[in-house]
Every structure is written in structure tokens, then in C-alpha cells.
């Protein structure tokens, strides 16, 4: 494939499409901006036409794919009453379609196992889970004596969503594969929340 070396020819969306697929698969130590560019057919000099390093490049892929997320659940939240479980049932389930129809998104914003890197999406990360806490804590608000579960719920639900995700990007279940399965794990969450 010849080479293009006109950097206006490469767009920004082209390059974080491209690049955070490489990521998720080879991982961030072992791609250079030159690999990066030579898989996409251009010259490295034309990915940094738009990005000075590959620590910019990553940054704005976890920056764009948060600010997805977190738009659609904030849209999604604006549309329900606060504190109504159903509401906490959709936003877990947006979540879960999410990650499994985004799993180059999700395995760069929740699974990266690198340190330095999980310093990029730290800030998002807590936004994202700061939005699930509040939908959860105004839902167990509601229920008398329920204040003990008010941080460790929150967390909990969090990371039971996060393991059936993992667990279905692994085996490269697509969310129509478990679409059903998603709704039942969503639902025995949701009804553990009116326990003791």
C-alpha cells in the first residue's frame, strides 16, 4: 500500500478509530506513533500533524470515549425520575450495551493494566462512577434503613457490571448475544437492592 504523506488527508477521527483498536489488542508499550502509522498506510509524520506524542493520542481516546458514555447516560438520565428504580435498571443496562458494543472503548477506559496509563482515565473513571452513585443512592434513599449501603452499594453494583462485561468482551459476546442474560443480571442486581 503506498504511503500517503499529506497529513490533511489523515483526519483525527480516522486516527483515535484506528489507534484504539491497536491499543486494546497490542497494547500501549508496544506500539510507537511510526507502527501506528504504518498500519494505517501513512507516514508518522502525518499522525503527528494532529498529535504531538502517543501519550496525547491515548489521552484523547479515553477523553472522547468517556465524554460518549457519559453523554448518553446523562441524556438517558434526563428522561427518567430520579430515585425510580427503573430508571437504575436502564442506566445499568446502558451501561452493560455499552461496553459490549464498544469493547475497544471499554477495554481502554476500564481495563488497561498499566499504572501510568490508568492516570489518563482516572478522572473520567470517577465521573462515570460518580453519576452511578448518585442514581443508586437516591433509589436506596428511599428505602427505610438502608444508610449503611449508601458507599459500599454503589461500588458493588459497579463491579458486578463490570465483571459480566469483561467477562462477555473475553469470549467476544456481542450485547445482542447476551442481550437477555444483561436484562436478567440487571434485574437480580436490582432486586437484591430491597434486601436487608
Known amino acids: 500500500m503506498a504511503r500517503k504523506v499529506v497529513a490533511q488527508e489523515l483526519s483525527r477521527d480516522r486516527i483515535l478509530g484506528e489507534a484504539r483498536q491497536l491499543f486494546a489488542e497490542h497494547g ?4 510507537t506513533m511510526r507502527s501506528i502509522a504504518k498500519s494505517m498506510g501513512y507516514s508518522h509524520g502525518a499522525l503527528y500533524y494532529h498529535f504531538k506524542e502517543k501519550a496525547e493520542l491515548f489521552y484523547a481516546l479515553v477523553t ?5 458514555l457519559l453523554s448518553s447516560q446523562r441524556d438517558m438520565l434526563s428522561r427518567t425520575r430520579m430515585g425510580d428504580m427503573g430508571q437504575l435498571e436502564r442506566l445499568m443496562q446502558e451501561f452493560i450495551r455499552f461496553g459490549l458494543e464498544n469493547p475497544y472503548h471499554y477495554e481502554i477506559m476500564f481495563m488497561i493494566n498499566d499504572s501510568e496509563l ?7 473513571q470517577a465521573q462515570c462512577l460518580d453519576l452511578f452513585a448518585t442514581v443508586v443512592r437516591s433509589v436506596i434513599a428511599r428505602q427505610p434503613g438502608n444508610e449503611v ?6 461500588w458493588s453494583l459497579f463491579m458486578s457490571m463490570h465483571g ?5 468482551i473475553r469470549y467476544r459476546q456481542s450485547y445482542d448475544d447476551v442481550k437477555k442474560l444483561a436484562e ?13
Open 28 to 31: 500501549y508499550h508496544t506500539l
Open 64 to 68: 472522547e470515549d468517556f465524554n460518549m
Open 118 to 124: 490508568q492516570n489518563y482515565s482516572r478522572t473520567e
Open 149 to 154: 449501603k449508601m458507599y459500599s452499594l454503589p
Open 164 to 168: 459480566f462485561i469483561s467477562y462477555n
Open 184 to 196: 436478567q443480571h440487571v434485574k437480580y442486581l436490582c432486586e437484591g437492592l430491597n434486601s436487608k
